[in-house]
């Protein structure tokens, strides 16, 4: 046959049909479309609007969590700033292929603050006593031990835990020294996970809709993907958190919770490619191509 | 200090000064940019140009480099699709967010393949024996064994060896059969490394420049980010081989040798990072987030 449009839409097909159970297989093997369908109500968690930030783009609306079990420095900030007005009229300043877009004001910038602060203690990871990992079992290149933690993909060392760098994690930029950032200018991944940066910088979120929105921007053209004219960048009409939006114009979104077990059913369907296009089921999974799941609450 | 542009450039300064040295590490630290930069010129290699795909759409050149050494078949097809003109006044067809983006043209299109096959025996993997992989050291999720070879991101068990779906990486589209691929629908990576698609479809080669061209292309918002109207597609202008260029319009571009010293020093740069900036130096890589050297040969 020709590979064409069909062919092409065969290629992933990884939420479509189960297929036959294997010998040894579960007897019940599930999409993962039907794992989400048949999944409890209780699985699933509302985002807290005091963490969920409304991006609007003139291309429309980024919706962002904030990890506050893990940087509740940084979220408190992110929503003072926020509060201040700080990131309406800010621009979108830089596009790094592969890596990370980036927005914020210029060095210089007087914009005011409000109760926001410019520079804050780092949070680059937190005691692993006391924060229940669903673990992975596949080994990592970069931790000894992986997981999700409170709706986030996270690694530790046995003493310690952080939020790792997957795709569509936000983090909040720093200078040279250890407190030198402060979530006034925040980047997302846009690309292979770059887990070098985990514990170098606070992390602070990800993004849970409207991801599409950022990672196309135009690639910066200048060093490290600035944009070297103002034309060029894109102008963040303004940001808001869920919760300063009267409550019929919020978007109540929910999440998949990590400790559940419909998650763990998540885990295991995207380690075990059951689907009829895969000639190789696989066996494994990365940490950061595990599904966040995320839905709009009916 | 407010986290602008400057504390924002500095997030990735990581082709920038070396450190001092730690006690312990070597005396000579070197970063990035300064190992490429005294590099010797027997450790780059002219991209063979009968493997070289210049690939033009409205925003510019894509130069793909077809992986000879793995996908023999597919390569000798692609390069008689391309002599055929089968893809100039192709589409782009698909584009889905932290994936892939596709090419190729409709089922049913009765554009004439020339020498070209609509469909090919897989050549998913290849026998590891007499095959040279620089091995990385850390752990992979995936695979007993990664590393490169031939200037691709390769893993193997032992037996056999094949090549990774990285950032960038160029495989076949197919259908729900193994011999339903042809490289007559060809897609590349976006996004963070989708390696449950090893072994399970044909990787044919990888992006050499162009790569941001083919990032930002607007996300489809059909199912599997397939474009819903005509009006959405991107049409390619045209594919040449560079070798059916005259060599005076070629752009000679040369890789950095994966067996080379220079590609070991890459690697451990990458692994151990002794910029400034950083205040964990990391001590491990991903096989994904190693960079392939390219350069215009002068």
């Known amino acids: 046959m020709r590979a064409g449009v069909l062919a092409a839409a065969a290629m992933l097909a990884a939420c479509a049909s189960a297929v036959a159970p294997e010998a040894g297989a579960q007897a019940q093997v599930r999409s ?9 109500a209780s699985d699933w968690q509302l985002v807290d609007p005091e963490n969920t930030l409304y991006m609007d783009l003139p291309a429309g609306r980024v919706i962002i969590e904030l990890a506050d079990e893990y940087t509740p420095g940084h979220a408190a ?3 003072a700033l926020v509060r201040a007005g700080y990131f309406d009229g ?10 990370v877009v980036q927005w914020g004001r210029d060095d210089g910038d007087t914009t005011p603050m409000g109760e926001g602060q410019a520079a804050l203690p780092p949070e680059f990871d937190r005691p692993r006593r006391g924060v229940d990992i669903t673990r992975l079992r596949d080994p990592d290149s970069y931790a000894r031990e992986v997981g999700f933690a409170y709706g986030f993909p996270v690694a530790s060392n046995g003493q310690r835990t952080w939020l790792t760098h997957c795709y569509g994690m936000v983090g909040a930029g720093r200078g040279d020294t250890a407190d030198s950032g402060s979530g006034s200018s925040l980047y997302v991944v846009i690309g292979q996970a770059p887990r070098h940066l985990d514990r170098n910088i606070t992390t602070v979120g990800r993004v849970l809709q409207g991801m599409e929105l950022l990672s196309v921007m135009p690639r910066g053209t200048g060093a490290l993907g600035f944009y070297e004219t103002p034309e060029e960048r894109t102008t963040i009409t303004r940001v808001r958190l869920a919760a300063d939006v009267p409550a019929s114009e919020r978007i109540n979104l929910e999440a998949l919770r990590t400790d559940s077990a419909t998650f763990r059913d998540v885990i295991e369907s ?8 895969f000639l190789d089921p696989v066996g494994h999974v990365n940490l950061c191509n595990v599904p966040l799941p995320v839905r709009v609450r009916q």
Chains 1, 2 share one sequence.
């Open 32 to 40: 993962l479309g039907e794992i989400l369908e048949q999944s409890p």
């Open 77 to 79: 900030n992110i929503r």
């Open 90 to 99: 800010s621009f979108i300043l830089r596009s790094q292929d592969n890596y």
């Open 270 to 277: 995207r380690r075990f490619r059951r689907e009829s296009w």
